[in-house]
Nanobody
């Protein structure tokens, strides 16, 4: 499983950095995606980084504010979140993109962890 951490409570305009680490599985073999699920809403795609780190993809709602990166030597993927908004409040998950296909589809991912909660106050 992949384990997300780094969530917390922050004021609007603030920043957080989430981490996605593995326990016994090498992250470097997979593209890694971040998803989030707000209360009462469906889980949605946030960002993806390729195996090499040379390709990234972001949801329109976070472009210019969030940055995904990876350190394969440490088996960790990061999501730097700046200029946070109350609508960013959600449970954030990371998962491995193990099936070729559209990166926005959750069905193309596996090894979901429990998520980390991000709460942005106005």
């Amino acid at each position: 499983q992949l384990q997300a951490s780094g969530g917390g409570l922050v004021q609007a305009g603030g920043s957080l950095r989430l981490s996605c680490a593995t326990s016994g599985r090498t992250v470097s073999n997979y593209g890694i995606g971040w998803f989030r699920q707000a209360p009462g809403k469906e889980r949605e795609f946030v960002a993806l980084i390729s195996v090499s780190g040379g390709y990234t993809n972001y949801a329109d709602s976070v472009k210019g504010r969030f940055t995904i990166s990876r350190d394969n030597a440490k088996n960790t993927v990061f999501l730097q979140m700046n200029n946070l908004k109350p609508e960013d409040t959600a449970l954030y998950y990371c998962a491995a993109h193990i099936r070729s296909g559209n990166v926005y589809y959750q069905s193309n991912y596996d090894y979901w962890g429990q998520g980390t909660l991000v709460t942005v106050s106005s």
